[in-house]
C-alpha cells in the first residue's frame, strides 16, 4: 500500500525517530504524511528537529501523527522552518 520510504522535506529529510512514529502509527497519518507538500514536511521536521531538549523532541514527534490525523497540514503556532 505505502511506498517503503516516506517522503522528505524540501530540506530535511524524516529523521529515524520520526520515521519510526508515522510507521507505526494508524495509516490515516501516512496518508496525511504522502499527501501534504514537501514544504509543509518541511516544516514538520524542523519543528521536530529545531528543539533543544529530548523530552520536548519526544512530544513533538508523539504530536505529529496525531495532529496529520486531525487534519493539521503543518505545526501551530510556530514560525517556521529557518531553512526554506
Known amino acids: 500500500?505505502?511506498?517503503?520510504?516516506?517522503?522528505?522535506?524540501?530540506?530535511?529529510?524524516?529523521?529515524?525517530?520520526?520515521?519510526?512514529?508515522?510507521?507505526l502509527a494508524?495509516?490515516?497519518?501516512r496518508v496525511a504524511w504522502e499527501d501534504i507538500t514537501p514544504?509543509?514536511?518541511?516544516?514538520?521536521?524542523?519543528?521536530?528537529?529545531s528543539v533543544k531538549k529530548q523530552e520536548t523532541r519526544s512530544i513533538h514527534i508523539k504530536r505529529v501523527p496525531k495532529d496529520l490525523m486531525a487534519g493539521k497540514r503543518r505545526p501551530c503556532c510556530w514560525v517556521g522552518c529557518m531553512h526554506r
Open 1 to 23: 500500500m505505502f511506498k517503503k520510504e516516506l517522503a522528505n522535506g524540501v530540506v530535511h529529510k524524516v529523521p529515524p525517530d520520526l520515521k519510526k512514529a508515522l510507521t
Open 39 to 49: 514544504l509543509a514536511r518541511n516544516e514538520w521536521i524542523c519543528w521536530v528537529e
Open 26 to 29: 494508524p495509516s490515516k497519518a
